[in-house]
Protein backbone atom coordinates (compact mmCIF):
# COMPACT_ATOMS: atom_id res chain seq x y z
CA UNK A 1 0.00 0.00 0.00
CA UNK A 2 1.26 3.15 -1.12
CA UNK A 3 0.42 6.39 0.61
CA UNK A 4 -3.22 4.75 1.28
CA UNK A 5 -4.19 3.33 -2.18
CA UNK A 6 -6.26 0.15 -1.86
CA UNK A 7 -6.55 0.12 -5.85
CA UNK A 8 -3.29 -1.92 -7.78
CA UNK A 9 -0.74 0.28 -9.11
CA UNK A 10 1.47 0.26 -12.02
CA UNK A 11 4.30 1.49 -13.25
CA UNK A 12 3.53 3.93 -15.09
CA UNK A 13 7.22 5.82 -15.94
CA UNK A 14 10.73 4.92 -15.38
CA UNK A 15 12.44 8.28 -14.98
CA UNK A 16 16.67 7.57 -15.24
CA UNK A 17 17.77 10.43 -15.55
CA UNK A 18 15.93 11.67 -11.74
CA UNK A 19 16.63 7.83 -11.15
CA UNK A 20 12.62 8.15 -10.58
CA UNK A 21 9.56 5.10 -10.54
CA UNK A 22 6.67 6.89 -11.60
CA UNK A 23 3.35 4.80 -10.36
CA UNK A 24 -0.12 5.09 -11.40
CA UNK A 25 -3.66 3.69 -11.67
CA UNK A 26 -4.46 1.28 -14.79
CA UNK A 27 -6.09 4.27 -16.48
CA UNK A 28 -2.59 6.09 -16.74
CA UNK A 29 -0.96 3.14 -18.71
CA UNK A 30 -2.45 4.80 -21.42
CA UNK A 31 -0.97 6.81 -24.02
CA UNK A 32 -0.86 8.03 -27.72
CA UNK A 33 2.59 9.20 -28.57
CA UNK A 34 6.09 7.52 -29.11
CA UNK A 35 8.75 7.72 -31.03
CA UNK A 36 10.33 4.72 -32.81
CA UNK A 37 13.85 4.58 -33.81
CA UNK A 38 15.93 2.12 -36.41
CA UNK A 39 12.94 1.81 -38.88
CA UNK A 40 13.38 -0.66 -41.59
CA UNK A 41 10.70 -1.45 -44.65
CA UNK A 42 10.01 -4.61 -46.43
CA UNK A 43 9.40 -2.47 -49.74
CA UNK A 44 12.25 -0.18 -49.71
CA UNK A 45 12.52 2.86 -47.88
CA UNK A 46 9.91 5.60 -47.44
CA UNK A 47 10.13 8.98 -48.22
CA UNK A 48 9.97 11.46 -44.97
CA UNK A 49 6.75 12.57 -44.23
CA UNK A 50 3.32 11.84 -42.84
CA UNK A 51 2.15 8.39 -43.07
CA UNK A 52 -1.64 6.58 -41.85
CA UNK A 53 -0.74 3.05 -40.98
CA UNK A 54 -1.78 0.63 -38.20
CA UNK A 55 0.63 -0.62 -35.65
CA UNK A 56 0.96 -3.50 -33.62
CA UNK A 57 2.54 -2.87 -30.58
CA UNK A 58 2.40 -6.48 -29.30
CA UNK A 59 2.19 -9.80 -30.44
CA UNK A 60 -1.34 -10.57 -29.67
CA UNK A 61 -2.72 -7.16 -30.08
CA UNK A 62 -4.82 -5.95 -32.67
CA UNK A 63 -3.44 -3.55 -35.07
CA UNK A 64 -4.53 -0.17 -33.91
CA UNK A 65 -4.43 3.14 -36.63
CA UNK A 66 -1.98 5.74 -36.05
CA UNK A 67 -0.13 8.93 -37.73
CA UNK A 68 3.40 8.17 -38.22
CA UNK A 69 5.42 11.15 -39.33
CA UNK A 70 9.00 10.04 -40.31
CA UNK A 71 12.13 12.07 -40.26
CA UNK A 72 15.14 9.45 -41.53
CA UNK A 73 15.63 6.78 -39.66
CA UNK A 74 13.05 7.78 -36.60
CA UNK A 75 9.50 8.44 -36.52
CA UNK A 76 6.75 10.12 -33.99
CA UNK A 77 3.59 8.27 -33.39
CA UNK A 78 0.36 9.45 -32.04
CA UNK A 79 -2.26 6.56 -32.56
CA UNK A 80 -5.75 7.71 -32.95
CA UNK A 81 -6.97 6.11 -29.69
CA UNK A 82 -4.79 5.75 -26.66
CA UNK A 83 -2.71 2.49 -26.33
CA UNK A 84 -1.88 0.31 -23.16
CA UNK A 85 2.00 0.06 -21.23
CA UNK A 86 3.41 1.26 -24.59
CA UNK A 87 7.26 0.55 -23.60
CA UNK A 88 10.72 1.84 -24.53
CA UNK A 89 12.60 -1.33 -26.74
CA UNK A 90 9.09 -3.26 -27.97
CA UNK A 91 9.05 -3.72 -31.00
CA UNK A 92 6.40 -2.49 -33.38
CA UNK A 93 5.35 -3.97 -36.79
CA UNK A 94 2.94 -1.70 -39.19
CA UNK A 95 0.62 -2.61 -41.82
CA UNK A 96 -1.31 -1.00 -44.74
CA UNK A 97 -4.27 -3.29 -45.11
CA UNK A 98 -2.79 -6.69 -44.16
CA UNK A 99 0.75 -5.94 -45.70
CA UNK A 100 3.15 -5.58 -43.45
CA UNK A 101 4.92 -2.74 -44.46
CA UNK A 102 7.62 -2.21 -41.90
CA UNK A 103 9.28 -1.86 -38.24
CA UNK A 104 11.18 -0.12 -35.92
CA UNK A 105 11.94 -0.11 -31.79
CA UNK A 106 9.72 2.13 -29.37
CA UNK A 107 12.69 5.28 -28.52
CA UNK A 108 10.43 7.05 -26.20
CA UNK A 109 7.13 7.69 -25.17
CA UNK A 110 5.50 10.75 -24.27
CA UNK A 111 3.81 10.63 -21.36
CA UNK A 112 0.54 12.65 -21.50
CA UNK A 113 -1.40 11.94 -17.81
Known sequence: EIGGEQTPLYVVQLDYKNNTLVVGQNEHTYQSKFTLKNLT????????????????IRYRFPPQKAKIIKKGNVAEVVFDKPQRAITPGQSVVFYKR???LGGGIVDNVVYDN
Open 41 to 56: FTEGDLEDGEYKFKLR
Open 98 to 100: DRV
